[in-house]
T-cell receptor, first 118, second 115 residues
Framework: GAVVSQHPSRVICKSGTSVKIECRSL??????MFWYRQFPKQSLMLMAT?????????EQGVEKDKFLINHASLTLSTLTVTSAHPEDSSFYIC??????????????FGPGTRLTVL | AQSVSQHNHHVILSEAASLELGCNYS??????LFWYVQYPGQHLQLLLK??????LVKGIKGFEAEFIKSKFSFNLRKPSVQWSDTAEYFC?????????????FGAGTRLAVHP
């Protein structure tokens, strides 16, 4: 149980275009999901907390207008990188918490999406 | 602000050697502590976690960690490593009592085990 998927796994886009990344909880309903960014050989940095039915909470230094987060349902959160530039190239990872299980406060991670902006 | 320090960035061991990876956090209140592993090309997987109770926590694949509150530490150990343990290991802290608080990750430790 507690499986999180991401789509796509890899995406290459041209500079200036927008890219949408989906994060799904497959076997549970997640009221809260998280979006992280991982640079090569570095740790995960939390970008934002995605709350179902309300606005996302962004970490300091993360541009809200550039990284649009939508958590429209209990199983889906999307991250849209708008007007992507090469410096946005990174590994984006989502996670979710299963409020209904016995895994209180444990985050289940998706496999990540590698974004390359040319 | 809360922070997590992993002192060893790269560790190289031979098979059967013992492993201890350090993790220290800065937060004076109630914490939940985690160790995650990221095998090459794979996503993060939970090795073990501490919420409360016995400070010595057993995880998967023979790993264990000990929470020492007085030292703000949660070091990861394994008595005898295998080649398949080659991966990156992340310590993380979920600070604050109750609620779905955010995880703060350490910088990670890259472990290479040679046959």
């Amino acid at each position: 149980g507690a499986v999180v998927s991401q789509h796509p796994s890899r995406v290459i886009c041209k500079s200036g275009t927008s890219v949408k990344i989906e994060c799904r909880s497959l076997d549970f309903q997640a009221t809260t999901m998280f979006w992280y960014r991982q640079f090569p050989k570095q740790s995960l940095m939390l970008m934002a907390t995605s709350n179902e039915g309300s606005k996302a909470t962004y970490e300091q230094g993360v541009e809200k207008d550039k990284f649009l987060i939508n958590h429209a349902s209990l199983t889906l959160s999307t991250l849209t990188v708008t007007s992507a530039h090469p410096e946005d190239s990174s590994f984006y990872i989502c996670s979710a918490i299963d409020p209904g299980g016995d895994t209180y406060n444990e985050q289940f991670f998706g496999p990540g999406t590698r974004l390359t902006v040319l | 602000a809360q922070s997590v320090s992993q002192h060893n960035h790269h560790v190289i061991l031979s098979e059967a050697a013992s492993l201890e990876l350090g993790c220290n956090y800065s937060y004076g209140g109630t914490v939940n502590l985690f160790w995650y592993v990221q095998y090459p090309g794979q996503h993060l997987q939970l090795l073990l976690k501490y919420f409360s109770g016995d400070p010595l926590v057993k995880g998967i694949k023979g790993f264990e960690a000990e929470f020492i509150k007085s030292k703000f530490s949660f070091n990861l150990r394994k008595p005898s490593v295998q080649w398949s343990d080659t991966a990156e290991y992340f310590c993380a802290v979920n600070a604050g009592a109750g609620g779905y608080n955010k995880l703060i990750f350490g910088a990670g430790t890259r472990l290479a085990v040679h046959p």
